[in-house]
């Protein structure tokens, strides 16, 4: 019997210990996605992950401001890849030029900045001092589909393909801006 017990604590440790060194294999990758209020970074986080926003565990989302305390969320099959909910940049609580300061950009690995309907001033001011800290960013432009319902609206000889291009375009000029 003793034999059995020092035998299982000896797997067990041989677990713990490949445990620890497949960790080492995947360090941490700390993901923040930002952008303005209302850009859809919960909506985003939450499908990144594969689940909705009443699952168990979803990012908060909402029509008004929803994001108030910076928040991780591990990704399901990757454990070691986190992506932190921020606070909208240039609201009352978190104004553009405290925003660096309060949010602590230099903790994350990369970033991705969320942009509804346009790139904003705000996101050029994240975007810059993140490219000056030296750290990656992506950019991703949601809310198209409400683009595109606005355009159809308006115009008497809508076309789907050149009002996407036009987007596209748009989003390519604003990079180099940068």
Known sequence: MLLEARDLATLFYIAKIKEYLEKQKT???NIAITGESGSGKSTFINSFRGINGSDKGAAPTGVAETTAVIESYPHPNHPN????????VGTPKFPADKYLERVGFERFDFFIIIAA??????????????KRMGKKIYFLRSKIDSDISNEERGKKHFNRQKTLDDIRENCIKGKYTL
């Open 117 to 130: 309907c346009r790139f904003k001033e705000n996101d050029v001011k994240l975007a810059l001092e993140i």
């Open 27 to 29: 360090p941490p990758l």
């Open 81 to 88: 890849v986190r992506l932190w909910d921020l606070p909208g």
